[in-house]
């Protein structure tokens, strides 16, 4: 097939240097002989070629720097997704407990609602060790008389959530469980002492 103007489409004289039908001028001389096959054998050759593979060579490498980006950000999500649960306070428990010493100041705090009392946000603080495991006993037995009597018979102080205090010692609770032993350190149970189960102190 002879060449053909890319303009208007007409057949192209060879070694002419202008369309005959619509003047288009070329830089290059038609060449003689056939064109290569393709769908238009037009001239001057398409110049785009050479920047169109170039091209789909970027548009590649942007296809796989998404991909990479898509998997790396899923990696990231998998391993936030992996981390020990935290609490409200974005300390793990167990962390938590490593950051507090005898002799800390910190304040009360309800953990989940498990010790407020009728909604009042009060923390229930045992009076003695052995109040705090008796406590501990009535709640795992859903015993709620039980542990009605310990709290409002004089084994337990109902604190007001938030109060400072001082972690003064601790020792061991229910099934491995660490209690606390705290100083209250303001409002109207100031200097008195108890027990609470670890979770329920923060710093
Ligand atoms: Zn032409």
């Known amino acids: 097939m002879p060449y053909r103007c890319q303009t208007c489409t007409k057949t192209l004289t060879e070694g002419s240097l202008s369309c005959g039908s619509c003047g288009k001028r070329f830089s290059v001389p038609v060449p003689?002989?056939?064109?290569?096959?393709?769908?238009?054998?037009?001239?001057?050759?398409?110049?785009?070629?050479?920047?169109?593979?170039?091209?789909?060579?970027?548009?590649?490498?942007?296809?796989?720097?998404?991909?990479?980006?898509?998997?790396?950000?899923?990696?990231?999500?998998?391993?936030?997704?992996?981390?020990?649960?935290?609490?409200?306070?974005?300390?793990?428990?167990?962390?938590?407990?490593a950051y507090i010493n005898i002799g800390d100041d910190g304040y009360l705090s309800l953990r989940n609602g498990a010790s407020d009392v009728d909604g009042a946000s009060k923390v229930i603080v045992a009076a003695t060790q052995d109040d705090e495991t008796k406590l501990n006993d009535a709640a795992v037995a859903k015993d709620k008389v039980g542990y009605d009597n310990i709290v409002y018979g004089g084994g337990a102080y109902l604190i007001q959530n938030h109060t400072r205090a001082k972690l003064i010692g601790y020792g061991d609770g229910f099934t491995g469980a660490t209690v606390y032993h705290v100083r209250i350190e303001s409002g109207p149970f100031q200097d008195q002492d108890g027990w609470i189960p670890q979770e329920w102190f923060k710093k």
């Open 32 to 97: 003689s002989g056939e064109a290569p096959a393709g769908p238009f054998p037009a001239w001057p050759p398409q110049k785009s070629r050479q920047a169109k593979s170039g091209n789909s060579l970027i548009n590649v490498s942007v296809g796989v720097l998404v991909v990479l980006g898509l998997i790396v950000a899923c990696f990231f999500l998998f391993v936030v997704s992996q981390r020990p649960q935290q609490t409200s306070d974005g300390l793990d428990p167990q962390k938590q407990a």
